[in-house]
């Protein structure tokens, strides 16, 4: 069986067991954003409550965020924890936006894919999967995300070897998966249910969607 084939049958189990998981949980393309760069090193949980500060804040907004003083925005988004070099992070995509883009997320968002997410990359604190998230889930660009669950999965199941890197596993899916956004968007939200609830640490293989698969644990 070749890596497509291997792929598009991972993807069948995982969303016949699982069922669509409506991602991401957000209102707006701009929270997305936010979320995006708030949910680095922290439990989805957190952000909700620090979107939810922000959203009683009316911060929710290009220029409120812009204009919202650093110490300001850290206590609005606390919750989230590393606040401090969260508001940097945050403040720094926010001053980047505005200067290149206007705060235009359509304009933004027309740029090829490849070319913003290099521009995104230079952003400071903006990581691979914060901008393919960025891309995929605000923008709704083919943009594969990968994660920590992505890379566990495929190394258990043998389809990478434990040297992969980001990139690595990125291309696998996007030469192998048809370009097409909400595929991206459901498989990458599979893979993350499927690593909560049984690809961890230490493997919780009974009943996994992905059992019947041959597969080695490291």
Same mark, same amino acid.
């Given at each position: ?13 995982? #969303? @016949? %067991?699982?069922?669509?998981?409506? /991602? ?6 701009? $929270? ?17 409550r620090a979107i939810e500060n922000l959203r009683q804040a009316g911060a929710l907004d290009w220029a409120r965020l ?23 992070? #945050? @403040? %720094?995509?926010?001053?980047?936006? /505005? ?6 997320? $359509? ?46 999965i495929l190394y258990r199941h043998g389809l990478i070897d434990d040297s992969a890197d980001y990139e690595e596993i ?49």
């Amino acid at each position: 069986m070749n890596t497509a084939e291997q792929l598009k049958l991972f993807y069948e189990a995982m #969303l @016949k %067991a699982c069922g669509p998981q409506h /991602w991401w949980p957000a209102q707006t393309p701009t $929270e997305v954003i936010v979320g995006a760069i708030l949910t680095q090193n922290t439990a989805w949980r957190n952000v909700e409550r620090a979107i939810e500060n922000l959203r009683q804040a009316g911060a929710l907004d290009w220029a409120r965020l812009r204009d919202l003083p650093a110490e300001e925005l850290a206590a609005l988004i606390r919750p989230a924890g590393t606040f401090n070099v969260k508001t940097r992070r #945050l @403040k %720094a995509f926010v001053e980047w936006f /505005w200067r290149r883009y206007d705060a235009d997320l $359509e304009r933004m968002f027309a740029v090829p894919v490849r070319s913003l997410r290099e521009e995104l990359l230079r952003v400071p604190g903006i990581g691979r999967e914060t901008a393919d998230a960025i891309l995929l889930y605000a923008g709704n660009l083919p943009s594969f995300v990968v994660d920590a669950y992505t890379a566990r999965i495929l190394y258990r199941h043998g389809l990478i070897d434990d040297s992969a890197d980001y990139e690595e596993i990125k291309e696998l899916f996007e030469y192998n998966l048809p370009e097409n956004v909400p595929l991206f968007n459901e498989y990458h939200a599979l893979l993350v249910q499927v690593g909560k609830h049984h690809c961890r640490p230490r493997a919780r293989c009974a009943g996994c969607p992905l059992e019947a698969f041959e597969h080695h644990l490291d």
